[in-house]
């Protein structure tokens, strides 16, 4: 209960954030544009577009949450509050959960009033979850290391790589090494074309999730951890 108490510290920078840095203005761009691409192609894909709100719009939290200099400095003295690592990057985690879901209602509630609405139900919103569960803790330990350098990385790799499935890269490059790399990392690790097939009840994309949430914490926890260390 100590532990969920600290971790809930952490959720209300969110809402701050989004209220008074540039951290609002990156998601309403980002949700004002795959809006207007649900909305001007008639062939758009809700499940593609909540997985992508998702997966983007958590890389975007996160970066608002974690990524610059000063908030990677500032873990170090949160720890000398009664708090732990853990309970830190869990509450950020959380964060970027929240705002990147909060982007997946946004689309999902316009594609149910739109042609799209007999094919929404709860598959591209639940999918669109799942991937920002990955993303925001995969993403997060990314930018504990690399800062907004690697949130970058991580957005371009979500918005053009990912959507590729592995089979699809390796013809891309006809069996090249940069295209055997690029589909290794597509099977391995976080990805949209994985998580779009949540939508139609694939539990190893589901349990996929689960996994990169476990490691990306681990790695982030270890992260924030250290930095305490060299701080206290």
């Given at each position: 209960?100590?532990?969920?108490r600290?971790?809930?510290?952490?959720?209300?920078?969110?809402?701050?954030?989004?209220?008074?840095?540039?951290?609002g203005?990156?998601?309403?761009?980002?949700?004002?544009?795959?809006?207007?691409?649900?909305?001007?192609?008639?062939?758009?894909?809700?499940?593609?577009?909540?997985?992508?709100?998702?997966?983007?719009?958590?890389?975007?939290?996160?970066?608002?949450?974690?990524?610059?200099?000063?908030d990677?400095?500032?873990?170090?003295?949160r720890l000398?509050?009664?708090?732990?690592p853990a309970?830190?990057?869990?509450?950020?985690w959380?964060?970027?959960v929240?705002?990147?879901?909060?982007a997946?209602?946004?689309?999902?509630?316009?594609?149910?009033?739109?042609?799209?609405?007999?094919?929404?139900?709860?598959?591209?919103?639940?999918?669109?979850?799942?991937?920002?569960?990955?993303?925001?803790?995969?993403?997060?330990?990314?930018?504990?290391?690399?800062?907004?350098?690697?949130?970058?990385?991580?957005?371009?790799?979500?918005?053009f790589?990912?959507?590729?499935?592995?089979?699809?890269?390796?013809?891309?490059?006809?069996?090249?090494?940069?295209?055997?790399?690029?589909?290794?990392?597509?099977e391995?690790?976080?990805?949209?074309?994985?998580?779009?097939?949540?939508?139609?009840?694939?539990?190893?994309?589901?349990?996929?999730?689960?996994?990169?949430?476990?490691?990306?914490?681990?790695?982030?926890?270890?992260?924030?951890?250290?930095?305490?260390?060299?701080?206290?």
């Amino acid at each position: 209960m100590e532990f969920v108490r600290r971790t809930l510290t952490e959720w209300p920078l969110l809402p701050v954030r989004l209220v008074r840095t540039r951290l609002g203005v990156w998601w309403l761009v980002l949700v004002g544009a795959l809006w207007w691409l649900q909305r001007g192609d008639p062939r758009a894909d809700p499940v593609g577009i909540a997985v992508l709100a998702g997966t983007l719009g958590a890389v975007v939290c996160v970066a608002g949450l974690a990524a610059s200099t000063a908030d990677r400095a500032a873990l170090a003295h949160r720890l000398l509050h009664p708090t732990t690592p853990a309970a830190i990057t869990t509450g950020r985690w959380l964060g970027a959960v929240s705002g990147a879901t909060l982007a997946i209602c946004a689309l999902s509630g316009y594609a149910a009033w739109s042609t799209h609405a007999a094919s929404v139900g709860v598959g591209a919103p639940l999918a669109g979850v799942v991937a920002a569960v990955s993303a925001s803790a995969s993403a997060l330990a990314l930018v504990l290391v690399g800062g907004h350098p690697a949130a970058v990385l991580a957005f371009l790799w979500f918005l053009f790589v990912s959507t590729m499935s592995p089979e699809a890269m390796l013809g891309l490059g006809r069996h090249g090494v940069p295209a055997t790399i690029l589909a290794g990392m597509l099977e391995v690790g976080p990805s949209v074309w994985r998580y779009r097939e949540v939508a139609s009840g694939n539990l190893g994309a589901a349990a996929h999730a689960v996994l990169w949430v476990g490691a990306g914490l681990s790695i982030a926890t270890w992260r924030v951890a250290r930095r305490g260390g060299r701080r206290l």
